[in-house]
């Protein structure tokens, strides 16, 4: 059978892109961490925490995060639709428009230019390329897919379309701006309005950039790694649609106990109670896939990866519905615990989904054999317990805070100043920077493993036949 | 069929994903910010102010401030009254954070005096021993440019005077993000509202307490008082405490209520108890010196 000319040398650019940014998102991750124990290594004006830590969460789920998604989208998309990509020029001026727009994000954010929109800081003119960005590359995955060869279309596409008009919808309205100067301008939402247009984004940026592509990933990758197909179509329909559906309601869980609306704050709770199907849905459908493969879980890396990825992401959303309850977010929120909750996500599910996508591609790309699968497995520890001590340490800190917080005498007075409160932090501060030191050596092991296989991995039989891996 | 025809594929997604959308974000904007939540006495910023909220914008505060108190107890006596939904309206964008790095500053407006701001947001921790806040004295060195506030202000269409604008020539980055610090909160009287009214007689119970009683109380002095009022009470932004001449029940209102006119914080929180033990501390600590 004739099998089409893919385009991987623009998977290859924009993984070697991705996993840089990703490096940056982790090294500064370091640094504002080490910040936060020791304030004297803020260098003011331009390295503080302030205006670091959102260089450290616009180049993990930006940089690391989307720049995964391109590359995954062009080399799924090809191969599901058996068809070469649209257009490579579209597909290049998307990877130097991506790489421009991460790049003067992170200097205007260093010369304090910013929104404060969490996941949204930068200003309007890096809104404008980012609209652009989107635009370029959704046009060239539809056009991919509508010329298919293949007439139906697999899991994996439906996620990454439900993404394309997904983040269009939440981007484009969130960013909503008037401006004064180049590099300045005013939310078109005031007060309440604004939070709750910010957080129905917020949150929504989670499920269309770190929940769908994800899966797609998942849903592609696992059967490719183990060699067998998922378990059920029909629940990949049902986690798909009602997932898509349910999401939407949930954002102001992020602002339970504000001045919004009650009656937001209580559908929020209840859909995001309700999510907790579709997810499991996704998940209970990877562990089924394993039937009878479960000896993979010991033979095959990519298994590990994938299947401590799924699993955390169950994982996630069951603690996320549990702090999106009333009674328990009054406890818990604004503590350590919260950025613990999101390291669990970043670091267990999206980064472990997209560590196995990509050392299933790269040795693809190059028709070369990975370098070594023990220092894969010595990356998928690192990273494994790395993550573990940060988010578990943390969520420790959290409870104790939040328990802090609320003691009360019996006079009714409050126990703890809100100082006395926060020094109790440090110590697991410090766990936490241990803990991100540990991830950050587990993602240099994986540079140091892609760069090796580049360079000398093993040739695998002529590239021309390992293009579509194993089908 | 879905599964077939990519172009229905996204118009299904589309509608799917603005079903919630229109019910959580689009319906809400008839009734937030409308006539019915809004308070009177809630004023837009001034030209200083709103450049001071920009600074505080710049700087990333609200990566480890929140804004807005919940209507819950702890936080209700640990910042004050509960945040309104009206006293938001000229916020753009809102700032009401996601994590408490540090404490939530929405009740801030009037806790201490300006003294107090100016050197805390130069070296935090001669303020608050323990703090991880960065130092941002270098802010004083910046001069305001008022043609670009000026500008601002004409986008957020707030009102303002010449001599607001002129006064902007003389005032540094410093002075804008505390007058914007003084402004948070403070639009409704909730300070004096909240005031302990403390009716019938109240005594020392410490009354007469040895020296020997009083020296662990030392901590809570140093803890609460000592940035404002010296280490040994000579006194700094607060004035000097030694040989303080007021009867033990007036000194337990100003430190349980604070002065809000003079900026001294309320210290009801610590809890009766405790604020007896600075009572007695400040006052017959050193009189009971042996030496």
């Known amino acids: 059978m004739d099998k089409p000319q893919y385009n991987t040398d623009i998977v290859r650019s924009f993984i070697h892109w991705s996993v840089l940014w990703g490096l940056v998102a982790v090294l500064v991750g370091v640094v504002v961490s080490i910040q936060m124990t020791n304030p004297e290594l803020n260098f003011a004006p331009y390295f503080t925490f302030g205006r670091l830590r959102p260089i450290h969460t616009n180049a993990g789920i930006y940089g690391w995060g989307v720049g995964t998604i391109f590359a995954m989208f062009i080399y799924i998309a090809q191969r599901l639709c058996k068809v070469r990509l649209w257009s490579d020029k579209l597909a290049t001026f998307q990877l130097w428009l991506f790489n421009t727009t991460i790049t003067a994000s992170a200097i205007t954010l260093l010369l304090g230019y910013t929104t404060s929109k969490e996941y949204h800081e930068m200003e309007w003119p890096i809104d404008v390329m980012v609209v652009i960005l989107w635009v370029v590359f959704s046009i060239n995955i539809i056009m991919t897919i509508i010329k298919r060869k293949e007439e139906q279309m697999y899991i994996s596409l439906w996620y990454m379309m439900a993404a394309l008009v997904g983040v269009a919808i939440l981007y484009l309205v969130n960013s909503a701006a008037v401006p004064v100067s180049f590099f300045k301008s005013y939310s078109a939402f005031a007060g309440t309005n604004d939070a709750n247009v910010e957080w129905w984004f917020g949150h929504n940026a989670v499920a269309m950039v770190l929940t769908a592509p994800p899966l797609a990933m998942f849903y592609y990758f696992l059967p490719k790694s183990t060699g067998v197909p998922i378990y059920s179509h029909k629940i990949s329909i049902i986690s798909f649609w009602s997932l898509i559906f349910m999401y939407l309601w949930t954002g102001a869980h992020h602002l339970l106990w504000t001045p919004i609306p009650d009656w937001i704050q209580t559908l929020a709770m209840a859909f995001s109670l309700m999510l907790i199907a579709p997810s499991w849905g996704s998940v209970i459908n990877g562990y089924m896939s394993m039937k009878g493969q479960w000896h993979q879980m010991r033979e095959n890396y990519l298994v590990k990866f994938l299947i401590l990825g799924i699993t955390f992401y169950g994982l996630q959303t069951l603690q996320g519905p549990m702090q999106a309850i009333r009674s328990f977010s009054a406890f818990i929120h604004y503590t350590d615990w919260v950025p613990a909750h999101i390291h669990m996500g970043t670091m267990g599910w999206v980064s472990m989904i997209s560590f196995a996508s990509i050392y299933y591609m790269v040795p693809r790309i190059y028709g070369k054999e990975l370098y070594s699968i023990p220092l894969a497995n010595l990356h998928f520890w690192l990273v494994l317990i790395g993550q573990l001590i940060w988010t578990i340490s943390l969520w420790i800190a959290g409870v104790l805070q939040a328990g802090m917080w609320n003691a009360m005498n019996p006079d009714g007075s409050l126990t703890y100043t809100f100082m006395e409160t926060m020094v109790e932090m440090y110590p697991y501060w410090w766990a936490r920077t241990f803990g991100g030191l540990l991830f950050l050596s587990g993602v240099l092991v994986f540079i140091f493993n892609l760069v090796k296989t580049c360079r000398s991995g093993k040739e695998t039989v002529p590239s021309g036949a390992t293009a579509e891996g194993r089908v | ?291």
């Open chain 2, 1 to 291: 069929m879905w599964e077939k025809n990519p172009i229905l594929l996204l118009v299904l997604a589309t509608v799917v994903i603005m079903i919630g959308t229109t019910v959580t974000v689009i319906v809400p904007f008839m009734s937030v910010n409308t006539e019915a939540d809004r308070i009177s006495s809630v004023k837009p910023y001034t030209p200083l102010q709103q450049e001071g909220r920009d600074l505080y914008i710049r700087e990333g505060c609200n990566n480890c401030h929140s804004q807005t108190v919940r209507p819950l107890v702890s936080e209700v006596l640990r910042y004050g009254e509960y945040s309104k939904s009206g006293e938001f309206v000229y916020d753009r964008p809102f700032l009401w954070g996601s994590k408490r790095t540090g404490p939530d500053l929405a009740r801030l407006g009037g806790k201490y005096p300006d003294a107090w701001h100016y050197k805390h947001m130069a070296a935090p921790r001669t303020m608050v021993p323990g703090s991880n806040m960065p130092d941002y004295g270098w802010m004083k060195e910046n001069l305001l440019d008022p043609k670009m506030i000026e500008r601002k202000m004409k986008v957020l269409g707030f009102p303002y005077t010449s001599e607001q604008l002129s006064a902007l020539g003389d005032n540094n980055e410093m002075d804008a993000i505390v007058a914007y610090l003084q402004k948070l909160g403070s639009d409704i009287p909730w300070r004096k509202a909240a005031q302990t009214t403390i009716i019938g007689n109240i005594t020392n119970p410490y009354a007469g307490a040895s020296h020997d009683t009083m020296e662990p109380w030392e901590e809570l002095y140093e803890g609460n008082c000592a940035a404002c009022h010296g280490e040994h009470m000579e006194g700094e932004i607060g004035p000097n405490l030694a040989g303080i001449s007021l009867e033990d029940q007036e000194l337990f209102q100003i430190v349980f209520n604070g002065i809000a006119a003079g900026g001294m914080p309320s210290f009801g929180n610590l809890g009766t108890n405790k604020v007896w033990q600075l009572v007695n501390y400040i006052k017959y600590y050193n009189q009971t010196e042996d030496h």
